[in-house]
């Protein structure tokens, strides 16, 4: 364990907002010395140093590691967690944050998660899972609808289609099994009931056994404004929620996040680092929508700036199942946090656009951008994803936050740059 007086070198894996965020978050800590991050974006070169490794390559980020005498490795992306990065880490004798590949199931399967909802009495929708297109269609021919539908594997946050009538669904069902939208993750889908209701976001650092929720937030999934168009990986996020009652709280440590924590133990799959619970608010009590086995991403940039504990010593604690002897802190200041993307986005868009404005976008201590799809190009900061930065504003009640946060966004310009205008306004 390491003492308050040693200087940690930290490996954050990763390179988008959610990653800016920690990095920004521990780039505040005493306890760090130095961060690296592999392989970061624009925003995050400006305060750590960025390393030319894929975030899938494992080797290459042990060897990184190694190389660079890391104290802590922080892996936050969904797929090097589901491949077993930090099992390769711990095998090298490297510390590190995040749930180990059989854990991380939890998330890298949702067959695998509805299962264990069932099986341990934890409140989610009604459902079946398939391996069979053929099956999935006779299924749907006596459903209600609308209907969800869910690619098993890992879809970058868009393997999920509520369909409207049979022939959405049937549709769905074609793409994802049959024409392979997503890949391997297609192999297998769960159709589930459709729930009506508010949806929260809670993040929760947990050791094994203790689990302490973060504050809440709240997603906004589809590409335009009013909820319409397609799903994304998350086009803005606020904290807290006004859904998110200490009743609810309390409902949800007992019935949902404590019980889900020890169902993992009680299998064999212990589950360290965070995870994300994907609520929603039905008249018969909070279900689980969707399990995370890391940082959300947008809603980490919408949280993390108001976590007043230092964010290396939660590491610390949760790497060595002490998370019980530390007190978390949040700030009661509101974050509403708005994503800054490309033309097009989920879908086809353009990269490589000049970005400008981004410093004229910060207030003291207001608000911050984090970048996620950029990267710096002969002196200059281009676009270089679909979602291209994020835009956090704190205030000291929400409709402030909210109007920082677009002023922030009106400050910055690049050729098709596009945004949700009705983030938080619900």
């Given at each position: 364990?390491?003492?308050?007086?040693?200087?940690?070198?930290?490996?954050?894996?990763?390179?988008?907002?959610?990653?800016?965020?920690?990095?920004?978050?521990?780039?505040?800590?005493?306890?760090?010395?130095?961060?690296?991050?592999?392989?970061?974006?624009?925003?995050?070169?400006?305060?750590?140093?960025?390393?030319?490794?894929?975030?899938?390559?494992?080797?290459?980020?042990?060897?990184?590691?190694?190389?660079?005498?890391?104290?802590?490795?922080?892996?936050?992306?969904?797929?090097?967690?589901?491949?077993?990065?930090?099992?390769?880490?711990?095998?090298?004798?490297?510390?590190?944050?995040?749930?180990?590949?059989?854990?991380?199931?939890?998330?890298?399967?949702?067959?695998?998660?509805?299962?264990?909802?069932?099986?341990?009495?934890?409140?989610?929708?009604?459902?079946?899972?398939?391996?069979?297109?053929?099956?999935?269609?006779?299924?749907?021919?006596?459903?209600?609808?609308?209907?969800?539908?869910?690619?098993?594997?890992?879809?970058?946050?868009?393997?999920?289609?509520?369909?409207?009538?049979?022939?959405?669904?049937?549709?769905?069902?074609?793409?994802?099994?049959?024409?392979?939208?997503?890949?391997?993750a297609g192999n297998r889908i769960v159709i589930e009931e459709f729930l009506k209701g508010p949806e929260v976001s809670v993040l929760a650092f947990t050791d094994g056994s203790t689990v302490v929720p973060m504050v809440s937030s709240q997603d906004h999934k589809r590409a335009y404004d009013g909820d319409k168009g397609p799903n994304t990986g998350g086009m803005g996020a606020f904290s807290p929620s006004s859904h998110y009652t200490n009743e609810i709280a309390r409902y949800c440590m007992t019935n949902i996040y404590k019980k889900t924590i020890d169902a993992m133990a009680d299998i064999g799959r212990k589950f360290k680092g965070v995870i994300y619970f994907g609520l929603i608010l039905t008249k018969e009590g909070p279900k689980v929508l969707e399990y995370n086995a890391r940082f959300g991403d947008p809603e980490t940039q919408a949280v993390l700036p108001r976590l007043k504990t230092d964010l290396a010593e939660i590491f610390e604690a949760v790497i060595d199942e002490r998370l019980d002897e530390i007190e978390i802190k949040w700030s009661d200041e509101p974050?509403?946090?708005?994503?800054?993307?490309?033309?097009?986005?989920?879908?086809?868009?353009?990269?490589?656009?000049?970005?400008?404005?981004?410093?004229?976008?910060?207030?003291?201590?207001?608000?911050?951008?984090?970048?996620?799809?950029?990267?710096?190009?002969?002196?200059?900061?281009?676009?270089?994803?679909?979602?291209?930065?994020?835009?956090?504003?704190?205030?000291?009640?929400?409709?402030?936050?909210l109007e920082r946060a677009y002023e922030g966004v009106q400050k910055i310009s690049f050729t098709d740059m596009y945004y949700r205008k009705d983030i938080g306004r619900k």
């Open positions: 364990m390491k003492t308050k007086k040693e200087k940690m070198k930290i490996l954050v894996v990763g390179g988008g907002g959610r990653e800016h965020a920690i990095v920004w978050k521990l780039s505040r800590s005493p306890l760090v010395d130095k961060i690296y991050c592999a392989p970061g974006n624009g925003g995050i070169a400006e305060i750590a140093e960025c390393l030319p490794v894929s975030a899938m390559d494992i080797v290459g980020m042990v060897s990184a590691a190694i190389e660079n005498k890391i104290s802590l490795v922080v892996v936050t992306p969904d797929d090097p967690l589901a491949a077993g990065m930090v099992d390769e880490m711990e095998k090298a004798g490297i510390r590190a944050f995040g749930p180990s590949k059989i854990a991380a199931e939890i998330e890298s399967s949702k067959v695998f998660s509805k299962k264990l909802m069932k099986e341990y009495g934890i409140p989610t929708a009604g459902f079946e899972t398939f391996a069979s297109s053929e099956k999935a269609m006779e299924y749907l021919e006596n459903c209600d609808f609308p209907i969800v539908i869910k690619a098993d594997g890992l879809a970058l946050g868009k393997g999920v289609v509520i369909a409207g009538d049979l022939k959405e669904a049937s549709q769905a069902v074609k793409e994802i099994m049959t024409d392979k939208t997503f890949g391997e974050v509403v946090c708005v994503v800054i993307a490309s033309g097009g986005y989920p879908k086809k868009y353009q990269k490589g656009y000049e970005i400008h404005g981004i410093q004229d976008a910060g207030r003291d201590g207001d608000t911050v951008v984090f970048h996620a799809g950029t990267k710096s190009e002969n002196g200059r900061l281009v676009t270089s994803g679909g979602r291209v930065l994020g835009v956090a504003s704190t205030g000291p009640d929400f409709r402030t936050a």
